[in-house]
Antibody, heavy 122, light 106 residues
């Protein structure tokens, strides 16, 4: 079945960077986009951006422009999210999710990875 | 950005009740509205896409309606496993946004 398996929890100091992985299985990795969504404790969902694994195109939410990078390694069906300049406000669970390719409006997320908790603290 | 206002923010109900959750968009988003269910400590799960299409494997007691700016998720007869938080999400704009969530409690 279609699954997304994310890397483990991270603890970072303010100013550091974090790189989270999302390994896809059960489908053709390059045929669907991967999106990233985060959720601070007790808060709602915040979309961060998407990436198309076939051509490495990516689009990022304005709130993260300049400090976010989404990449992939197609040989191991894995997508990556890197976020730099971390502050305590970046403490959250980060999710990857499969997204229809070039969805242009009809963009929904299914399935989701299990989430990766990132804690930013001095 | 398209703003989404979801209501209510919380709701108490009982098994067997019919429940309605609404989302209102700040502009016309056609039918580009999706619904998710999230249980504590778990990732969200897609319930409905395109406002009215039921995701595979989701029970038929869930239904969605609406187009333009006003959308509704209906659970026709609450089951114990339906107590969770529900989110809507718009994808009309390239800047995707979620509603604030509705916590459904017993």
């Amino acid at each position: 079945q279609v699954q997304l398996e994310q890397s483990g929890a991270e603890v970072k100091k303010p100013g550091a960077s974090v790189k989270i992985s999302c390994k896809a299985s059960g489908y053709t990795f390059t045929s669907y986009d991967i999106s990233w969504v985060r959720q601070a404790t007790g808060q709602g969902l915040e979309w961060m951006g998407w990436m198309h694994p076939d051509n490495d195109n990516a689009g990022y939410a304005q709130d993260f422009q300049g400090r976010i990078t989404m990449t992939r390694n197609t040989s191991i069906n894995t997508a990556y999210l890197e976020l730099s300049g971390l502050t305590p406000e970046d403490t959250a669970v980060y999710y990857c999710a499969r997204t229809p390719p070039f969805c242009g409006g009809d963009c929904y997320f299914s399935p989701w990875g299990q989430g990766t908790r990132v804690t930013v603290s001095s | 950005d398209v703003q989404i206002t979801q209501a209510p923010s919380s709701l108490s109900a009982s098994v067997g009740d019919r429940v309605t959750i609404t989302c209102r968009a700040s502009q016309n988003i056609n039918n580009y509205l999706n619904w998710y269910q999230q249980k504590p400590g778990k990732a969200p799960r897609l319930l409905m896409f395109g406002a009215t299409s039921l995701e595979s494997g989701v029970p038929s007691r869930f239904s969605g309606s609406g187009s333009g700016t006003d959308f509704t998720l209906i659970i026709s007869s609450l089951q114990p496993e339906d107590f969770a938080t529900y989110y809507c999400q718009q994808s009309f704009s390239s800047m995707i946004t979620f509603g604030q969530g509705t916590r459904l409690d017993i």
